[in-house]
């Protein structure tokens, strides 16, 4: 059996999606490592898979700062793509010295890597090992892309960053210029966490891209929940864990619901106090996380950010959504729910009680997730995903 490694982006959404596959490739009898930062470590190791831990940049007050100042924009500018760069390259100058050591005398037959990150790919270079993309959100090719729908103008110049990143390539010894690292192998096998069905020009892209829609796995990490009252309808609301130190907007939810004969279930992700939220109605509870499957098995509709993590487990469940986009990403994966009739989109600075409420009632009456349902059921998820990563170990 074979030795392969996972590097991933240290955030809950990218992490997430590629677990049931470290896992299902752990059942088949693969060794799988997984360098990961420590608060995402006990999520590696539930399934099988080697945690190797090591400190991340990605939580720094400069990452945090460039990070938010996405979201007060409605597109990505160049400016803040020179800062994206800046930002990876920190990272991997950070991450690749201890995590090539970590594997020195053990390396992988083939890493799995997240094209958010540059040091799996290094790595693979240095080693001269395959690698499989592992994309939490949409494929881009020439018909389609994020930067060519969603990004404004800027006048940041990348040449510093750029000029850090050969300076990177040279001290490894790779026969590679950064034009071509960048630009990577367009044959190169990749995993994409959705159906076809749900991807921008879907048909549009060739055999080496497998969509293989959501991979969900055991998530005991989160706990069980049950809902309180089973019969009545139920809004789960959630911004994910970044983007969610927004106390206005969770008591704007609280409030649209307060004189329905609603349930509500707030998951803020630890962004906000309970003094912040304010006192709850008997119909709501809050918490800073909850193991979302199980409240989607009792979800009417789910207001939430648009995270393509989010929208996938919720279309798995077959529950339509209120979709509220925080950055540019989010507002691509808002708008094809509003294309495909999955739910509706809601702009941050329209939210109050009154849209709020407008917009889930609408949803609950209108829309209708169960065709996309059985395209994420015969995407295959996690078992189609390892049998890709498979195949290339096959062919070495």
């Given amino acids: 059996m074979a030795h392969i490694a996972f590097f991933v982006i240290p955030f809950a959404g990218h992490v997430n999606p590629s677990l049931a596959v470290a896992a299902e490739l752990v059942r088949r009898g693969h060794r799988v490592s997984y360098p990961i930062t420590a608060e995402l470590a006990d999520r590696v190791a539930a399934t099988g898979a ?57 390396e992988p037959d083939l890493i799995v890597h997240d094209p958010s990150g540059w040091t799996g790919k290094l790595l693979a270079e240095r080693w001269r090992v395959p690698t499989v993309q592992s994309m939490p959100t949409f494929a ?13 103008a800027g006048v940041a110049d990348p040449a510093a960053v750029l000029r850090g990143l050969g300076g990177l390539i040279e001290r490894l010894g790779l026969p590679l210029t950064v034009e071509e690292f960048l630009a990577g192998d367009p044959a190169e096998p990749a995993l994409v966490y959705l159906p076809r069905a749900f991807q921008y020009a879907g048909e549009t892209f060739g055999d080496s891209v497998h969509f293989v829609g959501p991979c ?9 929940w049950m809902p309180r009252h089973p019969a009545e309808p139920l809004v789960l609301v959630s911004l994910g864990t970044f983007h969610n130190r927004q106390p206005r907007f969770f008591r704007s939810c609280i409030d649209a619901m307060a004189d329905l004969p609603w349930r509500v279930v707030i998951a803020h992700g630890g962004g906000v106090t309970a003094a912040e939220l304010g006192p709850l109605p008997a119909a709501v509870e809050a918490h800073a996380f909850v193991p979302q499957a199980d409240v989607l098995a009792h979800t009417t509709v789910f207001v939430n950010h648009g995270g393509m993590g989010t929208v996938m487990e919720s279309l798995h469940a077959g529950v339509p959504m209120v979709v509220v986009p925080q950055i540019a990403e989010h507002r691509a994966t808002a708008d094809r729910i509003v294309q495909l009739g999955l739910g509706a989109r809601l702009d941050r600075e329209r939210v109050r009680a009154e849209t709020v409420r407008q917009a889930v009632e609408f949803v609950a009456a209108h829309t209708s997730t ?27």
């Fill in 216 to 224: 969900l796995g055991e998530r005991s990490f989160h706990g069980r």
């Fill in 370 to 396: 169960s065709a996309m349902r059985d395209e994420i059921r015969r995407a295959g998820g996690a078992p189609a995903a390892a049998d890709v990563i498979e195949k290339v170990l096959a062919q070495c």
């Fill in 50 to 106: 080697l945690p190797i831990p090591y400190e991340t940049t990605t939580r720094s007050a400069a990452f945090t700062a460039d990070m938010r100042g996405y979201a007060r924009r409605e597109a990505f500018t160049a400016d803040d793509f020179v800062r994206v760069l800046r930002n990876t390259l920190r990272e991997t100058v950070a991450v690749l010295p201890p995590t090539a050591r970590a594997f020195a005398g053990d």
């Fill in 140 to 152: 881009a090719n020439e018909h389609w892309s994020l930067a060519a729908g969603y990004t404004a």
